[in-house]
């Protein structure tokens, strides 16, 4: 019995239709295969490349944390030590000269004033100004640890520093490099040849270790404000 020529050509379309669903099926599941494989790779990329990230800053992290306990505290210690240094706050010892000045024991003249002789306000300043210009690095005197805001003036018969008043002789202390201090004070034309015409007696000496001590008073700013890093007033 022969299949009618239309059946055939019916029966060959079902076949390829047939061939071609299968082929399409296989490519789908091909295609999502490869597109979970890739998902897959991509998800455990990014989860160790979290996990290097994770370790990264928690190695930076103890880095952070060492350079602040051992480091940046240290570091910040220091400069508020230095801080204090400068402004007098802090008791120092080191190098420098001791500068022991005293009344004139000559009588004075006919006609002159006895102030001549004497220690005056003045002459303490010229001493303090020529160890400040040799770079003193700390000074006292009669063991008041001069700061930006010490005075030195004249009060009766007596020197006020740091409003404490004191009577001769006096002691004025330096640490720093004790022959340019001792030099400063000793060279020709200075303070110590000038008060010495008057008879004033003063004596330098160099000292391996000064003790001087620290500022004791209080320190109130009232109108002076801090600039911050920018230049603005805070």
């Known amino acids: 019995m022969k299949v009618p020529q239309i059946r055939r050509g ?10 071609l669903g299968l082929m399409i099926a296989v490519q789908f599941r091909t295609t999502n295969g490869i597109r979970n494989t890739v998902s897959m790779q991509r998800a455990e990329d990014l989860v160790q490349r979290l996990a290097q990230t994770e370790q990264e800053k928690n190695d930076l992290q103890k880095e952070l944390e060492k350079y602040r306990i051992e480091g940046g505290s240290a570091g910040i210690a220091k400069e508020i030590q230095n801080a204090k240094m400068v402004g007098g706050m802090l008791a120092v010892h080191g190098p420098g000269v001791s500068v ?4 004139s024991k000559k009588t004075p003249k006919n006609g002159e004033s006895a102030n001549l002789y004497l220690i005056h306000d003045e002459d303490i300043l010229k ?6 210009a ?7 005197i009669n063991d008041q640890r001069l700061i930006a805001t010490s005075e030195i003036r004249c009060a009766g018969p007596t020197i006020s520093v740091n409003n404490t008043r004191f009577g001769a002789p ?10 340019t201090l001792e030099s400063a004070l000793l060279m020709k034309g200075g303070v110590v040849e000038t008060l010495g015409f008057w008879g004033i007696d ?9 003790n001087i001590p620290a500022y004791s008073g209080a320190v109130h ?12 007033q805070k």
């Open 100 to 103: 022991v000045i005293d009344d």
């Open 170 to 179: 006096f002691e004025v202390k330096a640490i720093g490099d004790p022959k």
């Open 202 to 210: 003063i004596k330098v000496t160099q000292v391996t270790d000064l």
């Open 221 to 232: 700013f009232e109108y002076a404000k801090p600039v911050d890093v920018g230049g603005k």
């Open 127 to 132: 001493v303090v100004n020529e160890l400040r």
């Open 10 to 19: 019916q029966i060959a379309i079902a076949l390829v239709c047939v061939i």
């Open 134 to 140: 040799a770079a003193a690095e700390a000074i006292s």
